[in-house]
Structures are given as C-alpha cells and as structure tokens.
Nanobody
C-alpha cells in the first residue's frame, strides 16, 4: 500500500524559506510522476510542481517558478520542496501526490493516484 507523508510545514515570515519533505513507501516509484499541490482556504487545490521520479525532470507552476525547487532522494524514497522568497499568498496546506501514469506536465489533481495528508504552510506579512 502506497503511503505518502509530508513534513516540514510551519510559520515563516515573508521572504523566508521552508523545505517540505514527502516520504514515500509501499512500492518503487520509477515510472511515477510525483507532484506538489496546495490548497488555500476557500480555494481549489492548485498545482505547484512535479518531478519525474526516474530522471528527475521537473515542471513548475508560473506562480512559483524561480522560487521553489523540487528534488528527490531515490535512496530515501523522499521528495522535497524547497521554498524560497515566500509570500503571504503561498499560505496553504501543501500536499504531495504520486501518479503512476501522470505526466509531470499535468496540473490536474485527478491524474494523481495517491495523496499525503498535507502540511500547513503559513507565511506572515
């Protein structure tokens, strides 16, 4: 059974940084796309970025490009989201997801099969 567990969320001032982790277990993810999404109160879940587990190719939403970086450690089966230059509008619950047949270019949450429980990120102004 696939499990995804996020960690690393918290409260940070605008301009600061946070690194989120997503520990994956239950299978090997060689052909998977692994993504990060976020959801702010009253808003729909939004694509942040994704990484192809094998090869490491990444793709980002325009709103985070140049500020956020996705990486993965295959040996630890863990994906990371390094968030720099954080803005109040980045405040949301952040979710990691795994999609067996998803392309990293897909921004649709329904293309992902497995989800973590989410971790709260709050950026104060």
């Amino acid at each position: 059974q696939v499990q995804l567990v996020e960690s690393g969320g918290g409260l940070v001032q605008a301009g600061g940084s946070l690194r989120l982790s997503c520990a994956a277990s239950g299978r090997t993810f060689g052909s998977y796309a692994m993504g990060w999404f976020r959801q702010a109160p009253g808003k729909e879940r939004e694509f942040v970025g994704a990484i192809k587990w094998s090869g490491g190719m990444t793709y980002y939403a325009d709103s985070v490009k140049g500020r956020f970086t996705i990486s993965r450690d295959i040996a630890k089966n863990t994906m990371y989201l390094q968030m720099n230059s954080l803005k109040p509008e980045d405040t949301a619950v952040y979710y990691c997801a795994a999609g067996r047949y998803a392309s990293i270019l897909t921004t649709k949450s329904y293309d992902y099969d497995y989800w973590g429980q989410g971790t709260q990120v709050t950026v104060s102004s």
